[in-house]
């Protein structure tokens, strides 16, 4: 027996006051609004009344405070599947944008000599196969019900694009995965085929002052 679905469900907002690029590091949770992005995402799963079997997360700080409402709301526990973790990039803890921004300083410019693979973290060959082997994995542990698979916003898209048979390298502006956002995965002819896409905390974005790699 399998799962019926598997949900790939992004964190909510992180405190970022610093506006750095965060990657693995640590000591990076939510913020207040986030909480309330992960609340909503824990709802939309709830009202679809769908049965939940397992919930797995990434190991990072914010991912497994999104969980937390789920796991309360459906009393499950939480496991840890580090496959699920945000890229390594060459930029974490540095500050992107304005005057003073990682990408205004020749120092850091090799790390962009090739967006394709990308250059400056872990090629997206690489978070696509480490994904659907955790989503291959996630399907196939239990007998029944649905898996709730928190990840990152790339992570997801990776998936997203892999299954589409899109080419993974993209512009990340334009990424369909925003907070707390559900991808829903279903098996209806033997593989894995994206069933669905929502946005629970859409009307909480407009809020938002981190948004990830927009």
Same mark, same amino acid.
């Given at each position: 027996?399998?799962?019926?679905?598997?949900?790939?469900?992004? !964190?909510?907002?992180?405190?970022?006051?610093?506006?750095?690029?965060?990657?693995?590091?640590?000591?990076?949770?939510?913020?207040?609004?986030?909480?309330?992005?992960?609340?909503?995402?824990?709802?939309?799963? #709830?009202?679809?009344?769908?049965?939940?079997?397992?919930?797995?997360?990434?190991?990072?700080?914010?991912?497994?405070?999104?969980?937390?409402?789920?796991?309360?709301?459906?009393?499950?526990?939480?496991?840890?599947?580090?496959?699920?973790?945000?890229?390594?990039?060459?930029?974490?803890?540095?500050?992107?944008?304005?005057?003073?921004?990682?990408?205004?300083?020749?120092?850091?410019?090799? @790390?962009?000599?090739?967006?394709?693979?990308?250059?400056?973290?872990?090629?997206?060959?690489?978070?696509?196969?480490?994904?659907? @082997?955790?989503?291959?994995?996630?399907?196939?542990?239990?007998?029944?019900?649905? #898996?709730?698979?928190?990840?990152?916003?790339?992570?997801?898209?990776?998936? !997203?694009?892999?299954?589409?048979?899109?080419?993974?390298?993209?512009?990340?502006?334009?990424?369909?995965?925003?907070?707390?956002?559900?991808?829903?995965?279903?098996?209806?002819?033997?593989?894995?085929?994206?069933?669905?896409?929502?946005?629970?905390?859409?009307?909480?974005?407009?809020? @938002?002052?981190?948004?990830?790699?927009?």
């Amino acid at each position: 027996m399998t799962a019926s679905q598997v949900h790939l469900v992004r !964190h909510g907002e992180v405190f970022n006051p610093e506006r750095v690029l965060y990657g693995r590091l640590p000591g990076f949770g939510l913020s207040d609004l986030g909480r309330a992005m992960a609340e909503a995402a824990a709802a939309d799963l #709830v009202e679809r009344g769908r049965p939940v079997a397992r919930i797995v997360s990434s190991p990072l700080q914010r991912t497994r405070e999104s969980a937390e409402p789920i796991s309360a709301a459906v009393g499950l526990p939480v496991d840890i599947d580090p496959r699920l973790i945000e890229p390594a990039n060459f930029f974490e803890g540095k500050r992107m944008r304005g005057p003073d921004g990682a990408l205004r300083d020749p120092r850091n410019w090799r @790390a962009l000599v090739n967006p394709l693979r990308p250059s400056w973290g872990e090629p997206f060959q690489s978070i696509a196969d480490r994904m659907l @082997a955790a989503v291959d994995d996630a399907y196939h542990s239990v007998d029944s019900g649905d #898996v709730v698979l928190v990840s990152h916003q790339l992570p997801i898209w990776m998936v !997203h694009r892999a299954l589409s048979g899109e080419r993974l390298a993209h512009d990340p502006r334009r990424r369909r995965c925003g907070l707390s956002s559900i991808t829903t995965l279903s098996w209806p002819g033997g593989g894995p085929v994206e069933a669905g896409y929502s946005n629970p905390a859409v009307d909480l974005q407009a809020g @938002a002052t981190d948004v990830g790699a927009v």
